[in-house]
């Protein structure tokens, strides 16, 4: 292979790379404000017959308690998708490593101890969103 051509190579592996980082985020983006107009219309849901003292009506409940559901369920939709696109771009990553020099002294450079901040935008914020969403239908 010529030198242009590796060249070339790594050029679109490190423009690969940089793409789906991008995209852990912005899928963490996404599902986050999903999750925060749920809890909008979950919390809106149960105040709105609060203000005048009586407790909310069995439908209000059920349009609570399935919009609470749906929550669970993003939650989990968002750690799968973010589990995916960590093992992804982990594997992507090390192939980087591997063939940019460049790269590979940088990340050793600059690695701090402890886990990236890409982790706990795909396991941990959809963990706590499940708990919240999971907390929420056991008290409402």
Do not use: C, K
């Not at 790379?17 to 852990?24: K, S």
């Not at 669970?72 to 940019?100: E, K, M, S």
Request: aromatic share 10%.
């Amino acid at each position: 292979m010529t030198l242009q051509r590796t060249a070339a190579a790594q050029a679109r592996l490190w423009e690969y790379y940089l793409h789906e980082d991008t995209m852990i985020m912005q899928r963490g983006n996404l599902f986050l404000v999903a999750q925060s107009l749920q809890l909008v219309a979950f919390t809106a849901i149960l105040s709105a017959g609060r203000a005048s003292g009586a407790p909310p009506t069995g439908s209000a409940l059920l349009t609570a308690r399935v919009i609470g559901s749906f929550g669970v369920a993003l939650a989990a939709i968002w750690f799968y998708v973010g589990h995916r696109q960590i093992r992804y771009t982990g594997n992507l990553r090390r192939r980087l490593a591997d063939r940019v020099p460049d790269y590979a002294e940088t990340q050793a450079a600059v690695r701090l101890r402890g886990p990236r901040a890409a982790l706990f935008i795909a396991y941990g914020i959809p963990l706590l969103a499940g708990v919240l969403w999971s907390l929420l239908l056991i008290v409402s």
